[in-house]
């Protein structure tokens, strides 16, 4: 097998392509195939070991798969050889193939592509356990998603807008706002051209928005708790600027607002019923076509640095999708 393996700490030039030896299936375990591998912001983060976890080295990053199944180990129920599934397996991805627990796979419907596959577990994962276990929404309400074209932040404006939430859609150029738009956002913030404060205030009548997602932290957040509305909640969802703001406890007071943490991945290993009951519906959108990752840019596996580096210097909008052959 190939992949894209991570040896020492470092970025994206210091992943190496490398042949490996296929490893053996565990009680529980398949083997799959990759055709497609989706690279996410935290992919750069877990080879620089500055991730929540750390895998041993080597290691190849890559938290979601699509591909086929090769083989199946002792005590798999319910997948076969040749069955098209979608991996969620925290790393290992950029690789030709991938063992994975048989808890950790999805069925692909019938008309989803293996790319769209693996664009999907953990951006849409993400969102919507933040807008429907982490948010109290009411249809109605005013979303503002920070960095809203990037691969979590447009699935939070799709989402919400399907989920019945007016949508405003905070990015860096006009380019992306008509992304947003296509996608569900109806108010939109240049923060490239005016502040967010000022802009969402306007927007909202002076009320302030009543849900704000923000994966940006740093100064997003910052202008964020100064623009939410009274009773409003503050969505942690992540920090690409790179700095981890701090809350001045004093604007919490003065609107009553919550801020909240959505660390999904974790709430997905102690909730993995309910992680499984959101992916039902999630499918099921996406089936119905009422959902539709969008990729923006594509690279081969051996190429798996230029797409990360594409990610961290925001060229791509939506997802980057690696392929393989």
């Given at each position: ?9 470092g ?5 190496k ?39 041993p080295?080597p ?19 319910g ?12 790393h ?27 664009a999907?577990t ?5 969102s ?17 998603v ?25 990015v ?36 302030g ?56 991945g ?39 640095a ?20």
């Amino acid at each position: 097998m190939r992949a894209m393996m991570s040896e020492t700490p470092g970025g994206p030039e210091s992943l190496k392509l490398m042949e490996l030896p296929s490893k053996p299936l565990g009680n529980g375990q398949v083997r799959v195939a990759v055709k497609a591998a989706g690279v996410n912001f935290p992919d750069t983060l877990i080879i620089a070991d500055k991730y929540q976890f750390k895998p041993p080295r080597p290691f190849a990053p890559g938290h979601e798969i699509a591909g086929d199944i090769v083989e199946v180990g002792e005590g798999v129920s319910g997948y076969k050889n040749g069955d098209r599934v979608i991996g969620m397996i925290g790393h290992g991805g950029y690789a030709s193939e991938a063992v994975v627990d048989q808890g950790a796979l999805l069925p692909m419907p019938p008309n989803m592509s293996y790319e769209d596959g693996s664009a999907f577990t953990m951006t849409y994962g993400t969102s919507y356990y933040a807008l429907k276990q982490r948010s109290d929404y009411k249809p109605g309400e005013t979303l503002l998603v920070t960095g809203a074209s990037g691969g979590v932040g447009l699935t939070a404006v799709e989402l919400g807008a399907l989920m019945g939430l007016k949508v405003i859609a905070a990015v860096g150029s006009d380019e992306k706002m008509e992304i947003c738009r296509k996608y569900g956002a109806t108010m939109f913030v240049n923060y490239a051209k005016e502040k967010m404060r000022d802009k969402v205030k306007e927007l909202t009548g002076g009320n302030g928005a009543d849900i704000i997602y923000d994966a940006v932290g740093g100064d997003a957040f910052d202008e964020s708790i100064r623009c939410i509305a009274w009773y409003g909640r503050l969505l942690v969802v992540g920090f690409a600027a790179g700095r981890i703001p701090s809350l001045p406890a004093n604007l919490a007071l003065l609107k009553s607002c919550d801020v909240r943490g959505v660390f999904y991945g974790a709430w997905r290993a102690r909730e993995p019923n309910e992680a499984r009951k959101n992916f039902d519906e999630l499918l099921k959108w996406y089936s119905e076509g009422k959902l539709k990752p969008h990729i923006s840019m594509r690279f081969p596996l051996e190429k798996g640095a230029e797409a990360m580096n594409a990610l961290l210097s925001r060229k791509a909008t939506g997802k980057v999708v690696l392929t393989v052959a």
